[in-house]
């Protein structure tokens, strides 16, 4: 049976909430998701967040070009250097820009930090409910849904 996680990551990538913040979050999340189960993870470097079974494609934003291939090479060398530096040259297009800027379907991310509900058991969060997160955390933050 799949496992679907509502992940939450700031979108400031290397950006960590003050340590005060997390239980606060914790809770709140925990009213929005009754059903869930909250996980909340603080990463030594940048991580790749990704979307597990939900991933469709990842295109380049500037002409659409499917990256899929290259951007495993790209991610194995960005890996390496721990994704302290994300950026990129596209390969199809020639354009500056980083790996976190690229056009993933299911969207993905990259963080530090990760707020998560396992099994959440109803859809994204509102524009509302987020903006509620995000007031605690002090930051915007991005939703990614995995499936395993
Ligand atoms: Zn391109």
Same mark, same amino acid.
């Given at each position: @049976?799949?496992?679907? !996680?509502?992940?939450?990551?700031?979108? &400031?990538?290397?950006?960590?909430?003050?340590? &005060?913040?997390? %239980?606060?979050?914790?809770?709140?999340? %925990?009213?929005?998701?009754?059903? *869930?189960?909250?996980?909340?993870?603080?990463?030594?470097?940048?991580?790749?967040?990704?979307?597990?079974?939900?991933?469709? !494609?990842?295109?380049?934003?500037?002409?659409?070009?499917?990256?899929?291939?290259?951007?495993?090479? #790209? @991610?194995? #060398?960005?890996?390496?250097?721990?994704?302290?530096?994300? &950026?990129?040259?596209?390969?199809?297009?020639?354009?500056?820009? %980083?790996?976190?800027?690229?056009?993933?379907?299911?969207? #993905?991310?990259?963080?530090?930090?990760?707020? %998560?509900?396992?099994?959440?058991?109803? *859809?994204?969060?509102?524009?509302?409910?987020?903006?509620?997160?995000?007031?605690?955390?002090?930051?915007?933050?991005?939703?990614?849904?995995? @499936? !395993?």
């Amino acid at each position: @049976m799949s496992v679907l !996680y509502l992940r939450l990551i700031p979108t &400031s990538l290397h950006y960590i909430p003050p340590e &005060s913040t997390h %239980s606060v979050a914790q809770e709140a999340l %925990s009213r929005l998701f009754p059903e *869930g189960d909250i996980y909340l993870e603080v990463y030594k470097t940048t991580e790749f967040i990704d979307q597990g079974e939900n991933f469709e !494609y990842v295109r380049c934003p500037f002409c659409g070009a499917d990256l899929v291939a290259w951007w495993g090479d #790209a @991610m194995d #060398a960005a890996y390496e250097a721990a994704f302290e530096d994300l &950026s990129i040259t596209t390969p199809c297009c020639h354009q500056q820009t %980083s790996l976190e800027k690229l056009d993933y379907r299911a969207p #993905a991310g990259f963080a530090r930090f990760v707020l %998560s509900v396992r099994n959440p058991n109803r *859809g994204d969060l509102t524009e509302r409910e987020i903006e509620l997160i995000e007031t605690i955390l002090n930051c915007k933050l991005k939703q990614v849904w995995a @499936m !395993y």
